[in-house]
């Protein structure tokens, strides 16, 4: 394959590459309770057991999902170290709350107890409905930062392109794209990093309607931030789209008139 059209086709498969990424987006719904076991009908150390169990269980797996969520968090490149921590130092005070509360539930003496250390364990899962959606709105922010900086080299390499294809016949429309592609490419970073802003300084509400009302506004605000990034990268693909087949069908142009001079001088030579 020529080194110009092929050339373009890896610039193409870059750019169609990473914009795709930007889609994977986790959903950033807070997960649903589990069901709890019907306790009915047997003797108090029966309940005890198995609420004691029900408790343990369900603290264990939440700790394990902010664990993870914390080295998630530190796998983000295009958030500050300050809003790291931030994020961390929220999801750390939960997962000590429910150590603390686990020993609680191992040491209670009634069922009265567990009950109401039961409901303390619900009470922290509130924390998904602020945790979850606002990490999937970081880590989809920081996706489409990433991807506008790839935006950037691959608009880099198309110009060159296009400068050594001076002659093709749309140059300024195609240049027109290329700008488009730039501009696109900035306000999807920026759109990104406004949502980050708007959430990471969030606390979990803790049952105050207010404090929740106020977080539910903001993470709405957040997703159409990530809304619109979106839609610029996918914007910003449609020009990369034209640009490339534009060169390519240049480039196939330029290789067809090669041919045919070519095979004209290669006749003419022989009539001689």
Request: glycine fraction near 2%; proline fraction near 2%.
């Amino acid at each position: 394959m020529p080194i110009n059209i092929m050339r373009t086709k890896i610039i193409s498969a870059v750019a169609m590459a990473a914009i795709a990424s930007a889609f994977s987006i986790a959903p950033v719904f807070a997960q649903a309770p589990a069901a709890r076991k019907n306790t009915s009908g047997v003797t108090e150390a029966q309940r005890m057991a198995v609420l004691g169990a029900h408790g343990d269980k369900e603290i264990d797996v939440r700790v394990q999902s902010l664990n993870k969520l914390i080295a998630r968090i530190q796998g983000l490149r295009n958030i500050s170290d300050a809003q790291k921590s931030s994020i961390e130092n929220t999801l750390q005070s939960i997962v000590t709350n429910l150590q603390t509360l686990k020993t609680q539930v191992d040491a209670a003496t009634s069922t009265a107890d567990l009950r109401s250390d039961d409901k303390a364990v619900i009470d922290n899962y509130r924390v998904y409905a602020l945790v979850m959606p606002q990490l999937n709105i970081i880590a989809a922010s920081d996706r489409i930062v990433t991807i506008s900086q790839m935006l950037g080299s691959v608009s880099q390499k198309l110009q060159s392109r296009l400068s050594s294809a001076s002659a093709i016949s749309n140059l300024s429309a195609l240049q027109s794209d290329l700008s488009d592609i730039a501009a696109k490419a900035a306000d999807a970073a920026s759109q990104a990093q406004a949502a980050v802003s708007e959430v990471s300084a969030l606390v979990p509400d803790q049952g105050d309607k207010t404090k929740m009302a106020s977080n539910t506004a903001a993470l709405k605000d957040a997703r159409s931030k990530i809304r619109a990034a979106q839609q610029d990268l996918v914007a910003a693909r449609k020009d990369a789209e034209a640009i490339i087949q534009a060169l390519v069908k240049w480039d196939k142009s330029v290789m067809s008139s090669s041919a045919a001079a070519s095979s004209t001088e290669a006749a003419s030579s022989s009539q001689q």
